[in-house]
């Protein structure tokens, strides 16, 4: 099972989908676990049955896979209130993530503006692994070399 945000997946056709159903990985939203754990683990089963089982031969992708799931999972027979009262309880907790997301941005940027020119030199060299990749390049030249010459020149 992958959960994430409802936000965070393709709206449109994308392999996630597809790679979900032949990996045998259950898509889930944020509210969507809430509201399965909260009705209880016949719930969780019935949704892997129902997907692996009945939905698979269509593959639904973006918006029809979540109103596949809307329906395993909150039901056919909900009315709209109860839909529009989940999807506000997944507002505010989306709402409250980015919030400590834009908080913890702005530590960040606060202790960049504090840096010295040596420390955010430093700093850059390392976030862009600068090292590391001259000796990844260093390695495959290294190698590929010594691949030619075992290969070409020492017959």
């Known amino acids: 099972?992958?959960?994430?945000?409802?936000?965070?997946?393709?709206?449109g056709k994308s392999q996630i989908y597809r790679q979900a159903f032949s990996d045998k990985v259950l898509l889930f939203s944020y509210i969507h676990i809430v509201y399965a754990l909260e009705s209880?683990?016949?719930?969780?089963?019935?949704?892997?049955?129902?997907?692996?089982?009945?939905?698979?031969?269509?593959?639904?992708?973006?918006d029809s896979y979540w109103q596949e799931l809307n329906?395993?999972?909150?039901?056919?027979?909900?009315?709209?209130?109860?839909i529009r009262q989940i999807l506000e309880v997944e507002h505010k907790l989306l709402s409250s993530i980015g919030d400590k997301e834009r908080e913890y941005y702005e530590l960040?940027?606060?202790?960049i503006e504090k840096m010295s020119r040596e420390e955010l030199i430093n700093e850059l060299k390392r976030m862009k692994r600068i090292h590391n990749r001259r000796l990844i390049i260093k390695e495959t030249l290294n190698s590929y070399r010594a691949w030619i010459e075992n290969t070409f020149i020492q017959r």
Request: proline share 6%; aromatic share 12%.
């Open 108 to 111: 960040q940027e606060a202790n």
């Open 71 to 82: 329906r395993l999972v909150i039901g056919e027979g909900k009315d709209e209130g109860f």
């Open 40 to 62: 209880g683990v016949e719930l969780l089963i019935k949704c892997f049955r129902s997907l692996f089982n009945e939905v698979q031969s269509r593959f639904p992708i973006g």
């Open 1 to 11: 099972m992958l959960c994430a945000p409802l936000f965070a997946y393709p709206k």
